[in-house]
């Protein structure tokens, strides 16, 4: 899996050219886009100026000397690779497993172009079995817990290592619905994000234009 991660990450790579403004995505897949471009950064002297879209991120590229800006320092973005969690055959996906979908989709908004890296495994007929993660405030998130409960949205607070509730990078906290099989993305997004108290939830429908997948019988295909 490490070895097809690694792979889609050094693809991803190939798309970046001097001068660009990349936006960095979260995840353990996202993380070998950004090392190699950290390689790439010390072995070619590729001149580049990163926006990230969590504290994780953050750390990785300042230890490999990519050059960061705030997102509102920067006039665009050219380009955003990251990862997902699942993605169906129309290219909705579902991201946010890492906790860092609010930054993921601002920087994803503001990009020209926008990347998935994924292996096989990622790919789904239809959305749902991987939980769906929501970003919430943390008032009233009780509340809003027991609204999901009785829409049969099956939630389920995140808890980090302490079994305290998860903090995301922005202060909030993340309640993952467990639907198992989501039939209509759109509908969804759109009564989430009519909620009060949503900060963001991790639908991406209809934002990514190319994917990038490894699979260990096929290699590495992009799919647009
Ligand atoms: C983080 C994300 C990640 O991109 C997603 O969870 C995939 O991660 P990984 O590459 O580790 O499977 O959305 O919020």
Redesign the pocket.
């Known amino acids: 899996m490490d070895n097809l991660?690694r792979q889609v990450g050094i693809e991803a790579a190939k798309f970046v050219k001097n001068g660009m403004v990349v936006g960095l995505?979260?995840?353990?897949?996202?993380?070998y886009f950004v090392a190699e471009l950290g390689r790439r950064v010390a072995a070619e002297n590729l001149r580049i100026t990163a926006v990230t879209?969590?504290s994780v991120t953050s750390a990785q590229a300042r230890k490999l000397n990519i050059p960061l800006k705030d997102i509102d320092e920067v006039e665009a973005i050219d380009l955003t690779v990251?990862?997902?969690?699942e993605i169906d055959q129309t290219l909705n996906g579902i991201?946010?497993?890492?906790?860092?979908?609010l930054m993921?989709k601002i920087v994803a908004t503001y990009s020209k172009d926008y990347i998935w890296?994924?292996d096989e495994s990622?790919m789904v007929a239809h959305l749902g079995a991987f939980p769906l993660?929501v970003e919430v405030v943390p008032f009233g998130c009780g509340q809003l817990f027991r609204l999901f409960e009785k829409s049969g949205f099956k939630p389920t607070f995140r808890l980090d290592d302490k079994g305290a509730l998860w903090l995301t990078d922005s202060g909030n906290h993340i309640i993952d619905l467990h639907m198992n099989e989501i039939s209509a993305p759109e509908k969804l997004a759109r009564l989430l994000d009519d909620t009060v108290g949503v900060v963001e939830h991790?639908l991406f429908n209809d934002m990514v234009k190319t994917v990038i997948i490894a699979s260990e019988t096929e290699g590495v295909k992009i799919v647009t």
Do not use: H, N, Q
């Not at 995505?25 to 993380?31: D, E, F, I, R």
């Not at 990251?82 to 969690?85: L, R, V, Y």
């Not at 991201?95 to 979908?101: H, I």
């Open positions: 991660k995505g979260t995840g353990s897949t996202a993380a879209t969590s990251d990862g997902a969690d991201k946010g497993g890492g906790a860092a979908l993921e890296i994924v990622k993660p991790g």
